[in-house]
DNA sequence: GATTTCATGTAAGACGTTACATGATTCA
DNA sequence: TGAATCATGTAACGTCTTACATGAAATC
């Protein structure tokens, strides 16, 4: 039983901030939505599903104003799940995956992270090369209105790779252990 | 009925290059599979469903070596179905969205395509500008290593939609109406 | 007074993926 | 001779989205 991405994904918000589905969809809508859009329904059909596995614990907290909601907690349990979901990579890593485990980075081991990143990278340069030898074969081919528009969108594929490219270089370096600056 | 964009998007890859259903998933991997991935029995299935519309004309080519094959090729109808439909933005316009539009390019008005690559754009800067206050939001409370990863996925927000205004920019103009050059 | 927003969910169905199936051909 | 690839699909299933549902509070 292999568990898709947008479990962990509840999960992990809830261990960052506890709380109603409704809390963390609201959660999700300002924060992993930028990378990785998750709908609110979706997070109240992943709840009950962690629940049985032990992963969160919820608590019925009665209202006045409003029905009464469910709040939700990690277990230890929970938090070892993630963990360890976070520190392999994705089956077929994109780059949403490795964002995603920045932004869960807290829960998982730096050097797991630091390695996820160098090995997107990678991918990415070449990708790179991939897409320009394909804009470089359309020019080849000679550039009519279709060609010109099709070369248009392996120029976005090359853009891309390298804003992705930057990325992974800007985290890393976050990531490093700060050079002690000898006096 | 409203259809989802995979149809269409099989639907102007047998317009591009009619051939069978085997063909079409190849031809899809090596094109729009960069910014659109489709998989090969999702384009199988849409195949039907297509003929059914009176979209695509299905024949049946008998082999020797290999099983019989169903070769497809756009109908007059199809063509005008595709084009009403790349005209008209996704309801959601996303970059994958303008992306695909221009991929299909020859099969719409180009004055539309402008008008969707500068809305996009215009939306683009936006996002942009919603991730650096989010970016300057986490400088101002301080960045401990929780908060240094989650700027980072902001970080890669900005990156990605400042790839994404270069692009429409660069793409705009190989739409702009040739300069003649006096003298 | 009517519409929108807050707050909580449930239900249905389309979409898309993974696994299954087949048989010839080529490669190791 | 066995494995991988080509070429064609079908079937099953889980994910995810869209629509439905409710009622109070706030806004216009």
């Known amino acids: 039983m ?20 409704y809390d963390t969809a ?4 300002r924060s992993v939505r930028y990378f990785w859009p998750i709908s609110r329904t979706q997070v109240y ?15 019925l907290v ?8 469910r ?18 990579p994705a089956p077929r890593q994109r780059i ?12 998982m081991s730096s050097q797991r992270l630091a390695e996820q990143l160098a090995e997107y990278r990678q991918q990415a340069e070449k990708l790179r090369a991939e897409l320009l030898a394909i804009v470089e074969h359309l ?19 090359v853009l891309q790779a390298e804003a992705t490219i930057a990325w992974t270089t800007e985290t890393q370096a976050l990531l490093e252990p700060p050079q002690g600056q000898a006096g």
Chains 1, 2 share one sequence.
């Not at 949403?96 to 829960?107: E, I, P, S």
């Open 26 to 29: 609201a959660f999700a809508d």
């Open 45 to 59: 059909s992943e709840l009950p599903r962690l629940e049985e596995l032990g992963w969160i614990t919820g608590t």
């Open 139 to 157: 020019d080849a081919k000679g550039l009519d209105h279709s060609r010109v528009l099709t070369q248009a969108t392996a120029r976005y594929g």
């Open 71 to 88: 709040v939700y907690q990690p277990t230890p349990t929970g938090l070892r799940a993630l963990r360890d979901w976070l520190d392999v």
């Open 2 to 21: 292999t568990l898709p991405a947008s479990p962990y994904v509840v999960l992990g918000l809830i261990a960052k901030k506890p709380g109603s589905g």
């Open 96 to 107: 949403q995956d490795v964002v995603l485990r920045t932004f869960f980075g807290a829960y």
């Open 62 to 69: 009665p209202q006045d104003r409003y029905p009464d909601k």
